[in-house]
Structure formats: C-alpha cells, structure tokens
C-alpha cells in the first residue's frame, strides 16, 4: 500500500526555521573559527621574530665556543669545528651582527729565521767569525788570510768587513788589507754578543716567535736582521671571540638550527625532507678569502698598450739588440769620439769579445768619418778631430734607443715618408735614485718626410703625452742633443702627481741623416717610457715597477 507524506503549511513554515538556525550557527562557527586561526598565525608571527634562527655552520661554532670555555681564538675554532678560515670567519661575523658573540683584534707580528738566518744562527755571523779569527792570530791579520782561517763563504767576506766596522770591532787599513781589532775591545778575552746575536739564538731554539714575546733589547735587533735578510717578519692580526649571555641560550638550544640547502632535490621533494630543511640565504657583503689570479705585470700590459696605440697610428716597428757597435750608438749620430758620455763612467764596455764587424758599412763610415773630421758635404765644419774606424767598431750596450733609428735610417729599404718607433731596453751606469736606474726602458720614434717641422714634432709629443700617459698638460723646453737642431725636452704634468721630466726630441741634423743617404727632414724622440707609467700609475720611485713586492702586484688592476 503506497503512503503518502503530507505536510501542512505549519509543519513546512517550522522546518524552514530550523534551517535557518542550523546555517546562522555553522556561521558563526566559521567565524570564530577562521578568527582562532589569525589569532595563533599573530601569536606565531610574533613569537618567530622574537626568536633568531641560526645557519647551520652557525650554530656549530657557537655551540663550539661554548664547549671551549666561552672564549677561543679562530685557529682554535677552526681545529674544533673542522671549517675553513673563511667559514668560521663568516659566521664569527654574523653572529657578532646578533649580538651572540664578541670580537677582539689582534696585532701581532711574527718572526722566524730564514735560510741564511737558520746558517748563521749555527754558524755565527761572519763578522764574529772573522773577529775570532782576528784575535786567534794575534789581534792583527791580512784580511784575505783570516776569511781563509775563518773559512768564511766567498759572499760573506765583504759582509763580514763591512759589519766588523760598522761595529766598531775592528780597524781596517785599505793600502796593506790588514784588520786588526778596535783598541777598546783588544785586551778583552772575548767580545761581548750583540742584541742581533743575542735574537739568532733565541730564534735558533724557538723557531718562530711573535714581537710581545720578545725583550726590549732584542726588539730592537729584529729591524737589522730583516735588513739583513736574515729574519722573514710577517704581520698577523690575531682574532678572538668571547660569547654573550644571548649567544650561551642559543649555543644551548640545540634546535635553534635547521640544515640548510643551496637548492632542493626530488630526494627532498619525495621522502618529505623539504618539511625539514630551509635554502640558505646569501649575503653579498659576507667576507671571502682573497684568491690572488695570474695576471700579466702591470708595466708590461701597459708597453704593450703603447706598441699598440702607436701601431694604430701608422708606426712600424723597430727592433735590435742590446749589445751594439759604439758606431750606430754614437758616432752615426754625430757624438764625437771625445765626447763625456764615451767614458766608462757613461756607458758600458763589452770585455769579450771587445770589437765588432763594421764592414757590412763600409760606405756609411767612410762619410760618417769625413762628417766627423770636417764636415764633408753637411756643411757644417764637423770635429776637426781624428776619427778612428777600431773606436766605432767597440762593443756596448746600447745606451739609448736612437741607434735604432740609425740603423733604420740606413737600411735600403726604407720608404719615404714613413714613420717608425721601438721599444727598447737601455743600459747606462747611472747612480740608482728614485727616478734613474742603470737599466730601463725607452720609446723611440721618427718621422720621415719632406715636409716636416717642428711644429709637427711638437703636435706629436703632445698627443703621445696625453693619450698614453693620460698628461693634463705639457710644456717644451729649449735643450741641446748633438744629433738634433732644433732639440726640445718634452714635460707632462698630471694633476696630484706634478710635473715629470720625459725625454729629448729635435729634427736630426744634415751630420746625421746625409752620411746614412736621407735627404729630408727626420723628426725624432726618445721617451722614458719607465717615467710614463710612473705618472698614470701615480708611483713616485722608479724603482717600485721592478720590485718584487707581491702585495703591490696582486693588488693592481688589470686594466
């Protein structure tokens, strides 16, 4: 039998009631709901940004310091946590940022013995060994018999003089090369040690020592034995890190941590472990270790940015030897052969072999020599001297780059116009000053065309100055070259560096270019090149751009 529900316009208005009530409530619900929720995610939020997260390797080294008494030095966190200097270094940094640690620096300066200081630290120094020797044999000796006696090194014998008077040891007679000992010291049985010796002991059985652990006394010999290469004086700074009352809760909770990833794996992904584990943040401004790349020398970059340039600028290129004829360094540029700069004084001599082949020239002697005596057909009056073919033929070390130019001047090949430099190493036996050495290096240059002046020259040193060796300014000045006429002394000026003295130039004289067939007017100019890049470099001593200084090299810049 079928059924039939039936309801009336009550029951329907009831039940309508009750589903009303039923949604208000499960609103409500929800509501209070979603609001426990932003409640706890608030509670959350505050609780984590009152609660620093340390880095794995942060963590290590804390928890480290901790165990090691709350205070240790890098060297000795390096040996616990088993990280690299950089490493430690790093967190030691970040964790001083949060106030978990302190950091003390350091000075000190560490010293040990090198190889010739290791030698006579167990030999003694030559001038104590000499002075023994001295006495041995009555007080006074020949200065070549006692070394012998004293079986001093042949390096060591000047050495050992020169200290043995410094110290006021000893008394030398030059004219006999006899030594004999001072008078104050002459009836003592022994002459009492120095600090300098006193110091090769000490280190003898030290092996290395820091500058605090050294006496006054011996502090004060550390500066002469560094002269004296026998000490290596390397300067250290010593950091040690001591931790905060913050920094002992977060080395005691152990969780403050989590590993940390520089990217995520399917591993990660699949076992789950990416719940774990958090990708490391990188700090741009965190110290790294320096890495020193190979890299060119500086000075050697920079001449062949100025082969380059001048190759752009239509130069050909002129090359030689070092060792050349006294005949193309002087003589084929009109430098007479009683000229000051022909003395030993002003150029070097080859011992062996003495004399050169000068019958390639034949041609071009025989006019230089009749230039030289009277003139020949320059009209000039030339030397009125006696020219001596075997001088020219003597062997040197050139000592400036214009032989180049003569020897290119005379070469059947060369055209006219054109223009030529070289870049030449240049031996003279000047006193080495901050701005002169007894080798260095010079830029050659000239012109050949029938339709130079000296304005030409002038624009030309002008533009070299300034492009490559970044001058603010020059300034030319009168001077004298007995190959050129009119001469002129090229100065540049760089802003905070001043003015620099930078080579000659002139036209070269008819006594130059007629005896080697040249018909026109050559234009040349010889540059210290070394000078040039002391200016764009801002180097104030010649002598720095061939020191061995690594520190220097490392840290300039390639470009």
Not at 258 to 276: A, D, M, N, S
Request: glycine content about 6%; proline content about 4%; hydrophobic content about 40%.
């Amino acid at each position: 039998m079928l059924m039939f529900s039936y309801k009336t316009p009550a029951s329907r208005s009831a039940s309508a009631f009750v589903l009303f009530v039923q949604s208000s409530i499960n609103m409500l619900l929800f509501a209070t709901l979603e609001l426990c929720i932003t409640l706890l995610h608030s509670r959350l939020t505050k609780d984590a940004s009152n609660m620093v997260e340390l880095r794995g390797h942060e963590q290590r080294v804390i928890s480290a310091l901790e165990k090691l008494g709350g205070t240790a030095s890098v060297e000795e966190l390096i040996s616990e946590c088993g990280f690299p200097d950089a490493t430690v270094m790093r967190a030691a940094l970040t964790l001083k940022e949060k106030d978990f640690v302190k950091v003390y620096a350091e000075q000190q300066t560490r010293i040990k013995l090198t190889s010739e200081g290791e030698f006579h630290a167990a030999n003694g120094l030559p001038e104590r060994r000499l002075i023994k020797t001295i006495a041995a044999l009555g007080g006074k000796a020949d200065l070549n018999k006692a070394a012998l006696e004293a079986k001093l090194e042949p390096q060591f014998h000047q050495i050992a003089l020169s200290w043995a008077l410094r110290k006021k040891w000893a008394l030398y007679d030059a004219s006999t090369n006899t030594l004999r000992i001072a008078d104050s010291y002459l009836h003592q049985v022994v002459i009492p040690e120095g600090n300098d010796e006193a110091l090769l002991t000490f280190l003898k059985a030290s092996k290395q020592t820091t500058n605090n652990d050294l006496t006054d006394s011996l502090q004060t010999a550390v500066e002469t034995l560094k002269k004296r290469k026998l000490l290596d004086v390397e300067y250290k700074t010593k950091r040690k890190l001591e931790i905060t009352h913050e920094g002992l809760h977060a080395a005691l909770d152990k969780g403050a941590a989590k590993q940390e990833v520089t990217q995520l794996t399917p591993e990660h992904i699949i076992t789950g472990k990416w719940k774990e584990i958090r990708l490391q943040k990188y700090n741009i401004q965190a110290p790294v270790s320096k890495t020193w790349p190979g890299k060119k020398h500086p000075y050697l970059s920079f001449l062949d940015e100025v082969r380059m340039k001048l190759v752009q600028l239509g130069f050909k290129e002129m090359t030689g030897t070092s060792v050349e004829t006294a005949f193309f360094n002087f003589d084929a540029l009109y430098t007479p052969q009683d000229h000051p700069a022909r003395d030993n004084s002003g150029i070097y001599y080859i011992k062996d072999p003495e004399y050169g082949d000068l019958n390639p020239y034949k041609s071009a002697v025989e006019n230089v020599k009749k230039t030289h005596e009277n003139g020949w057909r320059t009209g000039s009056t030339g030397w009125h001297c006696h020219y001596s073919t075997r001088e020219a033929e003597r062997l040197i070390l050139r000592g400036h780059g214009t032989c180049l130019s003569a020897r290119t001047l005379l070469n059947r090949n060369l055209k006219v116009p054109s223009k030529h430099f070289s870049i030449a190493r240049v031996y003279r036996p000047d006193i080495t000053d901050k701005t002169h050495l007894s080798e260095f290096n010079q830029v050659e240059g000239i012109v050949i065309d029938e339709n130079l002046t000296l304005k030409d020259l002038l624009g030309v040193l002008e533009k070299f100055a300034k492009e490559i060796a970044g001058a603010d300014k020059v300034r030319f000045k009168p001077d004298y070259f007995p190959f050129t006429e009119p001469s002129v002394e090229l100065n540049a000026y760089k802003e905070g560096y001043g003015w620099v003295e930078v080579g000659g130039s002139g036209i070269f004289r008819p006594e130059v270019t007629l005896p080697l067939g040249i018909e026109v007017p050559v234009i040349a100019w010889g540059l210290g090149v070394d000078r040039l890049f002391m200016m764009r470099a801002g180097i104030d001593d010649i002598r720095c751009i061939f020191s061995q200084d690594l520190n220097w090299l490392r840290r300039k810049e390639v470009v």
